[in-house]
Structure formats: C-alpha cells, structure tokens
C-alpha cells in the first residue's frame, strides 16, 4: 500500500523559505517518479515540480522555475521541495504525489497516489 505523507508547510514573509517533505511508503515506490502540486481555492491543482528518485531528471512549471527546487532521498524515502524567494501568489496547498507511470510528467491526471496537501502560507 502507498502512502505519501507531507509536512514542512507554514507561515512565512515575502522573500523567505520553507522546505517541504515528503514521506512515501511502498515497496517499489523509487520505480515511480514524484511531482508536487498545488491548490488555491477555486483553482484547478497546477504542477509545480517532479522527479525521478535518482535524481536524473527533474522538471519545474515556469511560475517557480530558479525558485524552487526538488530533490529525493532513496535511502530516506523521502521526496523534497526547497522553495526560496516565496511570494505570496505560492500561497497554497501543495500536494505530494506519485506517477502512475515510469516518464516524468506535468499532468495531474498522470498521478495516481497523493498526499493529505500541507499549508503553504506567504504574507506580504
């Protein structure tokens, strides 16, 4: 069974950071690449970053590109998102979530396990 657990969201300023993590349980879960979404009210869910586990390969939406960045650890079964330099337009919350497939992809559709979604908050 899969089970992807977030943490590290919160309150922070403008022009401050924050690290999220992300705890992903399952046999074969490094097989899987790893996105991370995220959710205003009213709004579609829009994809922010993924990964594959080793690393190799790594894509950003343009919104957070030289911003944010993803990263994996196998050993730890853990998936992160640093994100630097926050706005307050990255108030949302962000989701974690596994691919249904072995490619990277930017489509929500194309991921089958998610997280609960943590909090992200940025003051002006």
């Known amino acids: 069974q899969v089970q992807l657990v977030e943490s590290g969201g919160g309150l922070v300023q403008a022009g401050g950071s924050l690290r999220l993590s992300c705890a992903v349980s399952?046999?074969?879960?490094?097989?899987?690449?790893m996105g991370w979404f995220r959710q205003t009210p009213g709004k579609e869910r829009e994809f922010v970053a993924g990964?594959?586990?080793?690393?190799?390969?790594?894509a950003y939406a343009d919104s957070v590109k030289g911003r944010f960045t993803i990263s994996a650890d196998v050993a730890k079964k853990t998936v992160y998102l640093q994100m630097n330099s926050l706005k307050p337009e990255d108030t949302a919350v962000y989701y974690c979530?596994?691919?249904?497939?072995?490619?990277?992809?930017?489509?929500?559709?194309?991921?089958?396990?998610w997280g609960q979604g943590t909090q992200v908050t940025v003051s002006s």
């Open positions: 979530a596994r691919r249904q497939g072995y490619d990277l992809s930017l489509a929500r559709n194309d991921y089958n396990y």
């Open positions: 399952g046999r074969t879960f490094s097989s899987y690449p």
């Open positions: 990964i594959h586990w080793s690393g190799s390969s790594t």
